[in-house]
Each structure stands twice: as structure tokens, then as C-alpha cells.
């Protein structure tokens, strides 16, 4: 199985600041990997898939790059609806494992 | 309105068996592969089995001889048979559809995504 490590696995940030969360292959995945958003008690929300493509109203300020087995999201001005996990997830083969999570929080 | 409704959670004993169900609606259900992912309380995300459109399944490891996902087109419905069950499966399942765009100009690779999640089952394996 292809494992999936995020980091940090949890982050501090003010209104405004540009973030970054990483998200690392165990294995080549090409651009098989998508970004999710979890808000606390809710149900996980697709942002970004194929690396770099935004899902259909997402907000412009989040962005995802890499190929291969490196990748980042991107938010690039937090909003404070932004405040939640984000999981990186890859799509090359089964099983279509996470990553373990990162948490954004309020500084 | 695009709408996967889970049902069948609850408490179970260890070795126990549930099956969970999704109701879909909104959609062609036929044409989607779907996926159930579970989320144990205060952990991450797993990707526990999947079921292309025509019903070939997958299976993560650490559920692989217990569950068995299933899938009747005619009636719009994905099914979770758990068997077997232990403590470490308590957790939400959720129901995803799981929806692809084409990563080359010929189509001949598509990226896949969970794009669509219901509110979840809740399932408790416990004596």
C-alpha cells in the first residue's frame, strides 16, 4: 500500500496568512492526489484533485502543486472559515489511502 | 439534489456483524463507482472498500475477509456487510461517490476523487 505522510500535522495561523501543508508519497503517484477539508463535526469536502485542479466552487485562495511523491496545498490568505483538517488522499492505485491529517488553528 | 443517506450504524459485541446501507439519489448511480470511508473518533480518514460501477470490489487490508461491499443499480443502493466485527472498527462510515475527469486529452487516464459524502452511519463495537 501506498503510505501518505502530511506535515505538520498541526498549524497555528492568523487571519491573512499564507499556508502551506505538505503531503509525501511512499511512491511515485504522478498527479493522483487530492486535497479534502474537514471543518469540525462535518462532513469532508473535496478541494483540490488531480494535484493541482480546483473542484467547482472552491475558493480561488486554495491552490495544490507537486507530482511524483511531493505535494503542497496552499491557502493563500486564511479566512477564518478556513479553520479545519486537511487530508491529502493519492488516487494512483488501491487502496486509496489518506494522509493522516493536518490541523488548522487560530493563533 | 446529489444525496447519499447511510443507515444500519449502531452497537454491536465484538464478532458481531452489521450491514450498512446508502440510499443515492440525484444522480445515475449505475454509472459511479462508490467507496465507504470511516473515520474512528478524534483519528484521521480510511479508505475502507470500494465498488467500480459494475461491482468489482476492493478491500483495505485491515478489513480484507471481513466486509463485503455490495451494490444493487436497480435500486440505487451501496451495501457495507461487516463481519467479524472488532473494537478498532468503531467509527463513522461514510458513503462517497466517487467521480473521475480525464487526465489526458485522449481520456486514456482519468483522475478519480470522492466528490459527493453522505453524513455518515455510526458504528460502536462494544460489549
Known amino acids: 500500500d501506498i503510505q501518505m505522510t502530511q506535515s505538520p500535522s498541526s498549524l497555528s495561523a492568523s487571519i491573512g496568512d499564507r499556508v502551506t501543508i505538505t503531503c509525501r508519497a511512499s511512491?511515485?503517484?504522478?498527479?493522483?492526489l487530492n486535497w479534502y477539508q474537514q471543518k469540525s463535526g462535518k462532513v469532508p469536502k473535496l478541494l483540490i484533485y488531480g494535484a493541482s485542479r480546483l473542484q467547482s466552487g472552491v475558493p480561488s485562495r486554495f491552490s495544490g502543486s507537486g507530482s511524483g511523491t511531493d505535494f503542497t496545498l496552499t491557502i493563500s490568505s486564511m479566512q477564518p472559515e478556513d479553520f479545519a483538517t486537511y487530508y491529502c488522499q493519492q488516487s494512483y492505485s488501491t487502496p486509496y489511502t489518506f494522509g493522516q491529517g493536518t490541523k488548522l488553528e487560530i493563533k | 439534489e446529489v444525496e447519499l443517506v447511510e443507515s444500519g450504524g449502531g452497537l454491536v459485541q465484538p464478532g458481531g456483524s452489521l450491514r450498512l446501507s446508502c440510499d443515492a439519489s440525484?444522480?445515475?448511480?449505475?454509472?459511479?463507482?462508490m467507496t465507504w470511508v470511516r473515520q474512528a473518533p478524534g483519528k484521521g480518514l480510511e479508505w475502507v472498500s470500494y465498488s467500480s460501477s459494475t461491482g468489482a470490489p476492493y478491500y483495505a487490508d485491515s478489513v480484507k475477509g471481513r466486509f463485503t461491499i455490495s451494490r444493487d443499480n436497480a435500486k440505487n443502493s451501496l451495501y457495507l456487510q461487516m463481519n467479524s466485527l472488532r473494537a478498532e472498527d468503531t467509527a463513522v462510515y461514510y458513503c462517497?461517490?466517487?467521480?473521475?475527469?480525464?487526465?489526458?486529452?485522449?481520456?486514456?487516464?482519468?483522475?478519480?476523487?470522492?466528490?459527493?459524502w453522505g453524513q455518515g452511519t455510526a458504528v460502536t463495537v462494544s460489549s
Open positions: 511512491q511515485t503517484l504522478n498527479e493522483y
Open positions: 440525484g444522480f445515475t448511480f449505475g454509472s459511479y463507482s
Open positions: 462517497v461517490r466517487e467521480a473521475g475527469s480525464c487526465a489526458t486529452t485522449s481520456c486514456s487516464h482519468y483522475y478519480y476523487y470522492l466528490d459527493v
